[in-house]
T-cell receptor, first 116, second 113 residues
Framework: AQSVTQLGSHVSVSEGALVLLRCNYS??????LFWYVQYPNQGLQLLLK??????LVKGINGFEAEFKKSETSFHLTKPSAHMSDAAEYFC??????????????FGTGTRLLVSP | DAGVTQSPTHLIKTRGQHVTLRCSPI?????VSWYQQVLGQGPQFIFQ???????GRGNFPDRFSARQFPNYSSELNVNALLLGDSALYLC????????????FGDGTRLSIL
């Protein structure tokens, strides 16, 4: 079974500072990886996805993530945090079931706090 | 274009009751998945339906069931509700393929008293 681990349930940064949210994956096959963001009382919004086309993936709202096979990592970064970035962030890996269906396996999430 | 829509947004039930949650996928998406998100955790996979057939099921009891209609909308049913069923239930739609992202609705917040 595939899985992802998000280190740090909470990350605090100051506005304008670098954002780094960590995600490590476990997969026996080349993984398809995703980052989602969840604002309070909302569903999940796709930030970006890795599908093996390029190791550095750019997403929405200035976020990007780098796939590093040697480190089994897919960390999410943003050069300068905004107050509006405060939310819960989830890393996920796509897993194929026995009948060929696809499901997302999520990490436990990291809450990003941004202070003025 | 409309995203994934779910109804109702909030629901309060008591133990032992049953509930039906509804989901309309993005136009053109034939695959619908359901996830349960307990407070403070990541979403957990419940079901996936494609072309009106169940294609996958997560580790949930038989009290959970679902179906997909000819217009690709879907319903999630939960019988004999327990306190532990209190959660945000998320619906996601997608086109087929492991590299295709799933697009989520805003969820239904289910509270069991």
């Amino acid at each position: 079974a595939q899985s992802v681990t998000q280190l740090g349930s909470h990350v605090s940064v100051s506005e304008g500072a670098l954002v780094l949210l960590r995600c490590n994956y476990s997969s026996s096959v080349p993984p398809y990886l995703f980052w989602y963001v969840q604002y309070p009382n909302q569903g999940l919004q796709l930030l970006l996805k890795y599908t093996s086309a390029a190791t550095l993936v750019k997403g929405i709202n200035g976020f990007e993530a780098e796939f590093k096979k040697s480190e089994t990592s897919f960390h999410l970064t943003k050069p300068s945090a905004h107050m509006s970035d405060a939310a819960e962030y989830f890393c996920a890996v796509s897993e194929t079931g026995r009948t060929g269906f696809q499901k997302l396996v999520f990490g436990t999430g990291t809450r990003l706090l941004v202070s003025p | 274009d409309a995203g994934v829509t779910q109804s109702p947004t909030h629901l309060i039930k008591t133990r032992g009751q049953h509930v039906t949650l509804r989901c309309s996928p993005i136009s053109g998406h034939k695959s619908v998945s359901w996830y349960q998100q307990v407070l403070g955790q990541g979403p957990q996979f419940i079901f996936q339906y494609y072309e009106k057939e169940e294609r996958g099921r997560g580790n949930f009891p038989d009290r959970f069931s679902a179906r997909q209609f000819p217009n690709y909308s879907s319903e999630l049913n939960v019988n004999a509700l327990l306190l532990g069923d209190s959660a945000l239930y998320l619906c996601a739609s997608s086109v087929p393929g492991a590299n295709q992202p799933q697009h989520f609705g805003d969820g239904t917040r289910l509270s069991i008293l």
